[in-house]
């Protein structure tokens, strides 16, 4: 994992600041992220989507059970990069709950997701 | 000055109705005018008015989106983006039609100036494009405030049998009137942020909510909301800003001001386009908030969303 958290106060991820680990999965196309997504991490983020996008093949996953928080942005970095894929699908395992929420409210129906919830 | 003719492609009659039967009579036949012109219909009224057109339609309603304005407008922010636009967008060839009743009787003084800016914004956002909006205003129990309002937010009006240019047009006019400011609450619990405080306001927001009585989706949204405030203050309010929350009459109030001023009226009501990552915060806010009142001046902007529990 790359650690890229910014402000780090010692306390941690998901507690005193913005904190984002983001690396490849082992075994399997994709990313697995730690931490939040949000306008502090934005950065690693989308650079992460966009590696992810450049070896894309069929399915990638975007593991984020240990993410607390994703805003509004960072879900449409991963829509985005989803609708920019030739074919195929992004599988979001275990996603905070602003992912399915900002997904239904702006790109429903989006089958290049497929989300499988916490 | 006839006004219409510099927004010839879109239409945005009011109708003034008094009667049951004379709301029924106008918009049915408003609606099935459409059908035979082959235009894609919506309507979205409030669910007593939407069954009258229902009913009134027969089996011609199968072929209408009806929406109950209630639910789908409760909001008066969201219903350009949400309604309007969602519906005029997904029909991209001709003329589209729509009944939106955004203004009854019943909606809270609080509410009030959200509706008037809505339907003068309404001008504003499909200038030149090829849609008729006919908004149903009910004369027996609106105030005379929020008629004369009607008059000025409509190019034309349409009263029992006659459609004529209203020489009150002048949407602009509401916009500002009703950007009225907003006073802080003396009970408000408060936190100031900058950069580095983003994750601890969220989380004062979150503590506050749920003291207040928010659980489950609603404290969800009022978690997302807020990040999107806070951290529009941060990158286009001078780099901080100061939260607050409060309870009122059933519901939350959250609110968030900081130094910047939106020069856009249309911010947060124009849908970006899908492959856009930015520009869909304040959107967000008013899809998930129960109304949104906004004020901006040289001095500041003040964002203030209302969530019931």
């Known amino acids: ?96 709950p602003q992912v399915p929420r900002v997904l239904s409210l702006f790109w429903p129906g989006l089958g290049r997701i497929e989300v499988a919830p916490r | 000055m006839n006004t219409v003719a510099t927004h010839e492609a879109f239409e945005h009659p009011a109708l003034f109705y008094r009667t049951e039967q004379e709301y029924v009579d106008r918009t049915v036949s408003f609606v099935q005018e459409g059908l035979d012109l082959g235009e894609p219909v919506a309507v979205a009224v409030p669910g007593p008015n939407l069954e009258l057109i229902r009913a009134g339609l027969g089996a011609d309603a199968r072929a209408v989106r009806l929406l109950d304005m209630t639910v789908a407008g409760r909001n008066p922010g969201r219903i350009i983006p949400g309604v309007l636009r969602a519906f005029a967008d997904s029909h991209q060839r001709g003329r589209v039609r729509i009944i939106g009743e955004p203004i009854w009787a019943g909606r809270s003084a609080v509410e009030y100036p959200a509706c008037a800016q809505h339907e003068a914004l309404i001008n504003a956002a499909f200038e030149g494009r090829p849609v008729t909006i006919l908004c149903p205003y009910d004369e027996a129990r609106l105030d005379e405030e929020v008629l004369a309002d009607a008059r000025i937010t409509h190019p034309t009006v349409m009263t029992r049998d006659k459609e004529s240019v209203s020489e009150d047009y002048d949407w602009r006019s509401v916009v500002a009137r009703y950007n009225e400011e907003l006073v802080p609450a003396p009970d408000a619990a408060v936190f100031s942020f900058g950069a580095d405080e983003l994750y601890a306001a969220r989380a004062f927001a979150v503590e506050e909510a749920r003291r207040l009585g928010l659980a489950g989706q609603r404290l969800a949204d009022t978690e997302l909301a807020v990040a999107e405030l806070t951290t529009n203050s941060v990158v286009h309010g001078a780099g901080r800003g100061t939260l607050a929350l409060w309870a009122r009459a059933g519901q939350v109030v959250c609110e968030v001001r900081d130094a910047g001023r939106l020069s856009d009226p249309l911010a947060g009501r124009r849908p970006p386009a899908r492959g856009q990552i930015g520009g869909r915060g304040l959107m967000l806010v008013h899809y998930v908030a129960d109304l949104v009142r906004l004020h901006t001046s040289d001095e500041g902007t003040t964002v203030r969303f209302y969530v019931g529990s």
Not at chain 1, 11 to 30: K, Q
Not at chain 1, 75 to 86: M, Q
């Open chain 1, 1 to 96: 994992m790359v650690d890229v958290s910014q402000g780090d106060d010692g306390l941690g991820p998901g507690r005193g600041a913005a904190v984002l680990e983001v690396g490849p999965l082992t075994g399997r196309p994709g990313i697995r992220a730690r931490g939040e997504i949000s306008e502090i991490t934005r950065s690693p983020w989308e650079e992460a989507l966009a590696g992810l996008a450049r070896q894309h093949a069929d399915v990638s996953y975007v593991e984020l059970s240990e993410v607390a928080f994703v805003d509004v942005a960072g879900v449409a970095a991963l829509a985005v990069t989803a609708l920019g894929l030739s074919g195929g699908r992004v599988v979001v395992e275990h996603p905070p």
